[in-house]
């Protein structure tokens, strides 16, 4: 089922270009009164964002998508050069993935996430050790 990620931004069209340049399509725009009502992208299926005009509460909307075998090395690059954004990493996790975390001008954050093909076994052997209804239905 897909779920929906609202951030409320200073500046839609800002935003949205931003955000397409992570990768992600704007699918629809619904018009409102003095611009866009929503925006609504998505980057891979289910990794849906909607932008809505607002002011932001900083820090207040976290998400995790799955890199979908982009390199996250050379889209940090490209992100960074984006004015009012943060990008942290690609950075290990100690749950075997890579990550590269977004921050975009009104301190939303999309966090794309890739595990680390390399250390699969060592993944596998430390997921063994969890407990839980899940546990062994890989």
């Given at each position: 089922m897909p779920m929906f990620a609202t951030f409320q931004v200073?500046?839609?069209?800002?935003?949205?270009?931003?955000?397409?340049?992570?990768?992600?399509?704007?699918?629809?725009?619904?018009?409102?009164?003095?611009?866009?009502?929503?925006?609504?992208?998505?980057?891979?299926?289910?990794?849906?964002?909607?932008?809505?005009?607002?002011e932001p509460i900083p820090g207040s909307?976290?998400?995790?998508?799955?890199?979908?075998?982009?390199?996250?090395?050379?889209?940090?690059?490209?992100?960074?050069?984006?004015?009012?954004?943060?990008?942290?990493?690609?950075?290990d996790t100690v749950w075997y993935t890579s990550d590269v975390t977004i921050t975009d001008p009104d301190s939303n954050r999309v966090i794309l996430t890739a595990p680390r093909l390399a250390e699969l076994d060592q993944a596998k052997q430390w997921a063994a050790t969890f407990e839980g209804d899940w546990a062994g239905k890989q």
């Amino acid at each position: 089922m897909p779920m929906f990620a609202t951030f409320q931004v200073r500046d839609i069209a800002a935003t949205t270009a931003f955000y397409e340049a992570a990768g992600f399509v704007a699918l629809a725009t619904i018009p409102g009164e003095n611009g866009p009502a929503v925006v609504h992208l998505r980057r891979m299926k289910y990794q849906d964002l909607l932008l809505v005009p607002g002011e932001p509460i900083p820090g207040s909307t976290t998400v995790s998508f799955s890199a979908g075998g982009e390199d996250l090395a050379t889209l940090a690059s490209t992100l960074r050069a984006f004015p009012g954004v943060t990008i942290t990493g690609p950075a290990d996790t100690v749950w075997y993935t890579s990550d590269v975390t977004i921050t975009d001008p009104d301190s939303n954050r999309v966090i794309l996430t890739a595990p680390r093909l390399a250390e699969l076994d060592q993944a596998k052997q430390w997921a063994a050790t969890f407990e839980g209804d899940w546990a062994g239905k890989q």
